[in-house]
């Protein structure tokens, strides 16, 4: 059966179809010149409308695409759609039979997915979604027909929702299985660290993504969370202890964690590491090969000496290379360099030995050639970073011979080798789950270990622990941008807050966060504090009036609560704390710089050296040329780090925080600190 165009019609109307043809299961539209086949499962829908003279039929077709005849008889027009729509419909109602059993299919596999008990991971919403995809390209019918159908209906819109909003689903169904699972477990939140953990914690410790950062403020337990997270997939089987791979940036930490971990999970299969022991495992036994770690590494004396005899003696030797050096501190370092064979100079030489080993530890860091640190260098600083790089070649040769001599390797050695192992697919990977501590202050090399690690085993979940507010080491390669940009650098998957700190009172947590969040690049989450405070546990002080607070402290702080006296730099220490032992003989006080005291904490804190100048805090930019290209890339904003310093060192204290600050030369930071509510007072 057919329709045409009148012969008037066909004339005024200028349309390229002018013919349609019924066929078996679909229809053909023709003109002069063109050819349209529509099958009946590329057709959403037929519309019959009358012009003014003549009928027009109109086939939709997915993509908002439109075909339409004009210039047929209105009667005939009638006919041909009313018999068209009933082979159509006929048509349509059978294939929605063989399309209700491929969406059922769907919503079995969805169902299954919503009833199981375990997190649902994003990674495996793509395979859902892409079953979904298949599935409606296996349906007869366009896909947007699928509404019509009553048989069809609520399976399609429950298939659209998992497309069109995945996210969202996954999310509430992670979210009840969560409550669900916290609370039918909840005889191990309770006990299986010293006191029961809070909603935060556990909502952390369940969270099953192949990725997870999670933001552990100050004092908020993250330690427990990390025991209780290795406790959990053992008690889910998971894995078993050996699949599970602890990694502290310390020795002492990882030792800490073993400890806590065989207390409260009773196994000692579960193992911390370093970094550098994982290295050392991966190279044992991918190479079968024990390497041996270079005494440098572990006796700064010799270290310190092979450096700075390499350097006089480069000096010595070459009136080029004695000049690139005088050049070198004078003009960057802004230093006071005698004359003559300035080399010889004792104390210059101490004093420039500290800088040969940062720069020589970012360049072994570095692990590229020469060329390659250049060529990593911006071209405007390009030259003069070939000049540095050409100075310090001789000390890299002389370390690298020492280490031959030694048969031995350094740490950084240690890590490339292990990678380079990794890479090449000569190791076996027993770990399933790999934790993280401290995870603000991995650098780029060892995130590189991380995931050459993950590579070898794709279902290797990745569970990092840290605070971007506590990241402190900068200056020893760290990159804070791995943890603010963890998606990126380690897949999708969740970022959980714990939300509450069992050590500081509500006051220094307002003002310790106020100060930290005022980077807007620092990362938002909520900390609160289980105790109340007031005004005065954050207050600012003369520094004259030191030997006055500790004379007030004596009257009321007990023998086992400690007072921590932190500084930005060693020399800062008050003198007055010579005589402390005689006169506050009662008095639990000790000393530390600000990056010692990261993980400590104490009743009360004493914060000095609050001035401007070259040894004030904030630390003025004293980087290097090849620091600034070997370091990980400065942030946009006014002391971010210094600013997390203080944060840090605030942020140690339960009861209260002073701030000691010169009034002749006040830091910068003391006028911030007075402008979100800290009182400077005259006197304790």
């Given at each position: 059966m057919e329709l045409k165009s009148t012969s008037f019609g066909k004339h005024l109307a200028q349309h390229p179809y002018n013919r349609v043809r019924l066929l078996n299961a679909g229809v053909e539209v023709s003109g002069d010149k063109h050819h349209y086949l529509i099958p009946f499962n590329q057709l959403i829908q037929i519309r019959c409308k009358r012009g003014i003279v003549w009928g027009e039929l109109e086939f939709e077709l997915p993509e908002q695409k439109v075909v339409r005849l004009h210039g047929t008889e209105w009667q005939e027009t009638q006919r041909f759609y009313q018999y068209l729509l009933n082979i159509w419909q006929t048509w349509s109602q059978e294939m929605s039979g063989v399309s209700a059993s491929v969406l059922h299919g769907q919503i079995e596999k969805i169902t299954q997915i919503e009833q199981q008990d375990k997190w649902f991971k994003r990674a495996d919403l793509a395979d859902v979604q892409k079953d979904i995809q298949e599935a409606f390209s296996a349906v007869p019918v366009p896909v947007e027909r699928l509404n019509d159908f009553d048989n069809c209906?609520?399976?399609?819109?429950?298939?659209l929702r998992w497309l069109e909003?995945?996210?969202?689903?996954?999310?509430?169904?992670?979210l009840a299985w969560t409550e669900?699972?916290?609370?039918d477990n909840r005889d191990f939140f309770d006990t299986v660290e010293v006191s029961p953990l809070n909603e935060s914690q556990c909502r952390a410790v369940v969270n099953g993504e192949d990725s997870v950062l999670v933001l552990a403020g100050a004092g908020s337990g993250k330690t427990s969370v990390l025991v209780a997270r290795a406790g959990w997939l053992l008690r889910r089987q998971?894995?078993?202890?050996?699949?599970i791979l602890l990694l502290a940036f310390g020795r002492q930490a990882a030792d800490e964690m073993n400890t806590r971990i065989k207390e409260r999970l009773h196994t000692d299969g579960i193992k911390a590491k370093t970094f550098h022991a994982l290295a050392l495992q991966i190279i044992q036994e991918g190479s079968k090969k024990a390497p041996k770690i270079s005494k440098l590494e572990t006796d700064a004396k010799a270290r310190r000496s092979l450096l700075i005899k390499t350097w006089q003696q480069q000096c010595a030797e070459k009136k080029v290379q004695a000049s690139g050096w005088r050049q070198w501190m004078t003009d960057e370092l802004e230093w006071t360099v005698p004359e003559g064979d300035y080399w010889k100079n004792k104390s210059l030489a101490e004093r420039l030995g500290s800088r040969l080993e940062r720069w020589l530890s970012l360049m072994r860091m570095h692990g590229g050639s020469q060329a390659e640190m250049i060529e990593s260098a911006p071209e405007e600083v390009r030259d003069l970073f070939t000049k540095r790089i050409r100075l310090m070649a001789p000390l890299m040769k002389a370390w690298k011979t020492a280490l031959k001599d030694e048969g031995a390797v350094d740490f950084s050695g240690l890590i490339h080798q292990a990678v380079n192992i990794l890479e090449k697919g000569r190791f076996v990977s027993p770990w399933k789950h790999i934790l993280v501590d401290e995870f603000?202050?991995?650098?780029?090399?060892?995130a590189l270990l991380l995931s050459a690690l993950r590579k070898l085993n794709k279902h290797t979940s990745l569970y990092a622990v840290g605070d971007d507010w506590q990241a402190i080491y900068r200056f020893s390669g760290a990159e804070l941008s791995l943890t603010t940009a963890f998606a990126t650098n380690f897949g999708e998957g969740a970022q959980c807050e714990l939300d509450t700190t069992y050590r500081f009172n509500d006051r220094i947590g307002e003002i310790a966060n106020k100060f930290v969040q005022q980077n807007p690049y620092q990362l938002k989450k909520p900390l609160n504090s289980l105790t109340k405070g007031n005004k005065k546990n954050v207050v600012i002080l003369p520094e004259d009036q030191m030997e006055k607070l500790l004379d007030k402290l004596s009257g009321y702080v007990t023998a086992d609560e400690r007072i921590l006296v932190l500084a930005r730099y060693h020399h800062l220490r008050p003198q007055i704390l010579e005589k402390a032992a005689t006169r506050w003989p009662k008095l639990n006080l000790e000393f530390m710089t600000i990056h010692a005291s990261k993980g400590q904490q104490a009743e009360y804190v004493i914060i000095v050296g609050l001035h401007e100048g070259n040894d004030g805090f904030p630390a003025a930019a004293r980087e290097s040329l090849l620091e600034e290209v070997l370091l990980p890339e400065?942030?946009?904003?006014?002391?971010?780090?210094?600013?997390?310093?203080?944060?840090?060192?605030?942020?140690?204290?339960?009861h209260q925080v002073w701030l000691m600050q010169d009034k002749q030369r006040p830091s910068v930071f003391v006028e911030q600190l007075?402008?979100?509510g800290v009182p400077a007072q005259r006197k304790p």
């Open positions: 209906r609520d399976d399609y819109r429950t298939c909003q995945g996210k969202r689903s996954v999310t509430q169904r992670n669900r699972v916290i609370a998971e894995a078993l202890p050996e699949q603000q202050d991995i650098s780029p090399q060892r400065p942030e946009d904003f006014m002391d971010a780090e210094e600013r997390r310093l203080l944060y840090v060192a605030m942020t140690r204290a339960k007075e402008n979100i």
